[in-house]
């Protein structure tokens, strides 16, 4: 960035630390406005039993055609108990603020357990979409039945979000997103559609990123359709970062201020909870959710606190660095919290949503040695035994992890020592694939030719894009592979590719 630029995000981060003093603010008269006030939609998340967030922005495009784009706009919101909104059981108004991009996040209480709810936005008159939520069982309460789905890997450029069309026909209790929500650069040559601008780092480049990913009126329906549950990976900043570390030579300083820009550009347009405002180039993002007796979720941040990677970017050959007992992927806070978790937990399924792969995948290095991923828990050793050892030495109940990073479907099974297949497995891992980011992918098995032979523990390799839809029982937690033909035009067909199931008190997968 040139002087100018770094000045500009450092008035970025000044707003951001001016958020923590925010106070309340009169609402003003509700602004006339040109155009639709909601072009990005409605969004719920972060369900409890007796609450749940709502989302919607304030355009801003409108509110600068109407000369309002500093002002507070007052928001009306209803909550009702059927879709026709007959039955209004809350309401109120909200501050849209400039200071947070007129976003709106509303944190609703006092609500029934395990229900479904409808909710709107009112301003200037003219009201969003409808969107659908729900609360959840109430933790230590029995509950028979959960389906969820999880996805990530989203590229504006390299495809349509079709997967997202068929995934809001679903009829799910809640969707996890692992990360890649937007890209914040150009990735390859080929495109079917076009960022509005090229590498973002400042505020108001993030917010307008933002803004273009959730103009997808098929994003928007899937957000509208059961509430999100969302964490972070790499390209909601800088491609494979690490802590405070970027990719390439970025001077440490400037990437501090792009953190805090891309965190409260995250935080404007994400479902989140008061409890994850960011501050500075921090974000909370690890959280639990218990949906009755059957299963905990552990949401995890693999980014902000991991240790940089060692060995070189890519697919590598072990060195020394690499193998230090300190290395970590979580953080040793984060990781005490899920250990902790983990070992208290009475519900009969643990669900970590993760990053980057946990179970090892091994290839072949040019010379014929083995080579892992140095960006996955691969390339971290250490961490990766000290998760896989409290597994096997713990037992928390049914443990499987749902990961996303890789564009590419996988399902493991976790052993205790992944290079002893005679081990004992001690949970299962679920690998989704990418919404749009790769273009159209490829049915197929195993693109290396020897990727399973070399890893016994790996059920399953499918290069299609798609999602993975999940339902859990107490005797089992079925997953469904659920992938279209291409991306690179609208329209796909979604059929399941394949199916894996974990039994309840058997850990990893059995074909479906």
Not at 384 to 409: E, K
Request: proline share 6%; net charge negative; with cysteine.
């Amino acid at each position: 960035m040139n002087r100018r630029e770094f000045a500009r995000v450092g008035r970025d981060l000044a707003g951001l630390i001016a958020l923590g003093a925010l106070g309340s603010c009169r609402n003003g008269p509700e602004p006339r406005l040109k155009s639709h006030p909601f072009p990005h939609g409605v969004a719920s998340g972060d369900p409890d039993a007796d609450g749940i967030v709502l989302w919607t922005r304030v355009s801003e495009q409108a509110l600068l055609d109407a000369g309002v784009h500093e002002r507070v706009v007052p928001v009306r919101w209803e909550l009702a108990s059927d879709d026709g909104f007959g039955r209004i059981v809350a309401s109120g108004a909200h501050d849209a603020r400039p200071e947070l991009g007129h976003s709106v996040h509303v944190e609703v209480g006092g609500l029934e357990p395990g229900r479904p709810y409808w909710y709107r936005f009112i301003t200037a008159g003219e009201a969003s979409p409808a969107g659908r939520t729900s609360t959840l069982p109430a933790a230590g309460t029995a509950a028979n039945r959960l389906r969820f789905a999880f996805a990530s890997c989203q590229n504006y450029e390299q495809g349509y979000y079709t997967a997202y069309r068929h995934m809001a026909g679903e009829d799910l209790d809640l969707v996890l997103h692992l990360g890649d929500y937007i890209y914040e650069r150009r990735f390859g040559n080929s495109r079917v559609r076009e960022h509005e601008a090229g590498e973002v780092h400042t505020l108001d480049e993030y917010r307008a990123r933002y803004a273009l990913y959730r103009s997808d009126p098929d994003l928007q329906a899937a957000h509208a359709a059961c509430p999100w549950v969302v964490t972070t990976d790499d390209h909601e900043i800088d491609n494979n970062w690490a802590g405070d570390t970027p990719e390439d030579d970025q001077d440490p300083e400037q990437f501090l201020l792009r953190k805090a820009a891309a965190f409260q550009a995250f935080y404007e347009f994400m479902p989140l909870r008061s409890t994850s405002m960011p501050s500075g180039p921090a974000i909370p993002l690890s959280r639990r959710l218990r949906f009755g007796d059957l299963a905990d979720f552990h949401i995890l941040d693999g980014r902000q606190y991991r240790s940089d990677q060692a060995c070189g970017d890519g697919r590598r050959t072990m060195c020394a660095e690499a193998l230090g007992p300190e290395r970590t992927m979580l953080g040793a806070a984060q990781e005490s919290w899920l250990f902790d978790a983990l070992a208290a937990s009475r519900s009969r399924w643990n669900v970590l949503a993760n990053q980057v792969m946990i179970a090892r995948l091994e290839g072949a290095a040019p010379n014929g040695e083995a080579a892992v991923s140095m960006d996955r828990w691969d390339g971290y050793p250490a961490a990766q035994t000290r998760l896989m050892s409290f597994l096997d030495r713990a037992r928390p109940p049914n443990p499987v992890v749902v990961t996303g990073d890789i564009h590419s479907n996988w399902a493991a099974d976790l052993k205790a020592d992944f290079r002893n297949p005679a081990s004992a497995t001690v949970g299962a891992e679920l690998v989704g694939t990418s919404i749009s980011s790769g273009g159209d992918g490829a049915d197929s098995y195993d693109r290396t030719g020897d990727t399973l032979a070399r890893n016994p523990h790996v059920h399953f390799f499918n290069g299609q894009r798609g999602y993975v839809r999940c339902e859990a029982t107490p005797e089992r937690l079925v997953a469904d592979y659920r992938v279209v033909p291409y991306v690179t035009r609208p329209g796909a067909p979604v059929v399941t590719r394949a199916t894996f199931v974990a039994e309840d008190g058997r850990p990893g997968l059995q074909p479906g």
